[in-house]
């Protein structure tokens, strides 16, 4: 069983090093809470419609029927571009998300460890399935009509997420207010 | 320091080994001497009770470890004894130690440390538990072997304790003092080192004995020169307790709803891979 023990040190310090890498923000103060609960409801979604409409499937087949390869090459060069870009998006609102959680759970008295451990099972999942799409991607091994349902489906969902991380982006707001206006010292935990 | 050979013998086996592990080893004591006025000279003592506990039982263990070996020899019983005794209740103050660093470092956050706590309890007895089991199954049995799996089976678990504490301050990106941070990386860099000198110890009892006592006084040299570092300057400890909290309303409110949003991205993700090329 010593493979055990030397395993499990080996596993150990993986997982040392990227809890000690620098975290992209933290939940220090104030200003941080009341900018996330803030931001919650902005996204990216305003272009989308006009992004949508420079993917539509038909534009490519248009200029394949025309008979320009050059072009349709760098069409589809761009189109997977953007779906990148989409991607990127998706993660964003994801790791908003988190951090509302987090802001969440920070100011909370008590936490529901299987809302918890949903949570960084949820996290695990997605950065495993987006870091994979993301290579595929990039590897150019994405089939196009794949790439078309995806574009598609990012941008109906991310209409979908800007309603609801905003709605509840502005209700953790009235709580942090309420909260902070009950006791009259704002909404710093440290 | 300990030495497991045949009966285990205890710091003795320091005095005989090679000039530069001497050197080290008295350095260590220096060192720990140094850090108690550090925390003494800072005032720290009151926020560090339990780590301040540690180094003065480490120094006077070193002190009664002397006076043994000089009254009964180094390869007496009543020494063994007594040097292990003296282990175990370091042992003890270490846990209370990496405990009180734990507290301090999320206990700011009152649902967080109510959950943090449980799970790094429930970390340590799942591991203490795990090589316990583990040491009864062996094959042979010798007090030597028994000695080892049980300091093994501490130091995993402190090991485990400091990184799943890393690992809630990073998932829930909290703001954290270098200093205290420091101290509880110096423990668990001790930690993984001497769980990988004491399994290799377990295979070559005799062959690696040098070796392991070389490794253990330089590891925990490192150990102390980051301590020391850590606590050059005064650590500015505030008190506990956040008096703006949500509602426990709030939370089981927003955080299901919140879960239920990651889940629907979650899905859409999985979904990508699963979508079939339209029939014409």
Redesign the interface.
Known sequence: ??F???A??AL??I??F????A???????AKNENALLGQAGRRHATYLPLIRQALSAGDLAFVASRGFPELYQRLRKERRGVALSYLTA?HE??SR??????V??????????T??K???W??V??TW??QL?RVALHAGVF?Q??LD??TH??SE?AV??ET??RE?GE??AV??KL??SL?G?????? | MISVYGRATMPSKMLDLQTSQQFGWNLSIFLRAFLLCLLIFHRNIRSFPYFAAYLVANLTKAVILHLAYGAWGMDSWPSYFVAWGSEAGLACLRALAVAELCRRLLGHYRGIWSLAWRVLLSCAILIVGYSAIDAASAPQHSLAQGVIAANRAIELAVAVVIVVLFAFLRHYQVASDPAIRSLALGFCAYSCVSVVNFTILDKFINAYLPVWNFLGVFTYLGCLTLWAWALRKAIAVPPFGSPSLFAKAVYQRISPEVNAQLRTLNDQLSQFWRTEEPQP
């Open positions: 069983m010593s055990f023990y030397l499990a040190v150990l310090l997982l040392l990227w809890a000690l890498r975290p992209r923000k933290q939940a220090s103060g998706l609102d994801f998300l988190l951090d509302l959680a987090t969440v759970a920070a100011l909370s008295p008590e936490l529901a460890p809302q918890e949903e949570r960084v949820l996290k999942q997605f399935r987006y799409l089939p009509h794949k349902i995806l489906q990012v969902l979908r997420m609801a991380i509840l209700r953790a709580a942090a909260a902070s006791d010292r704002g909404v710093d935990v440290v």
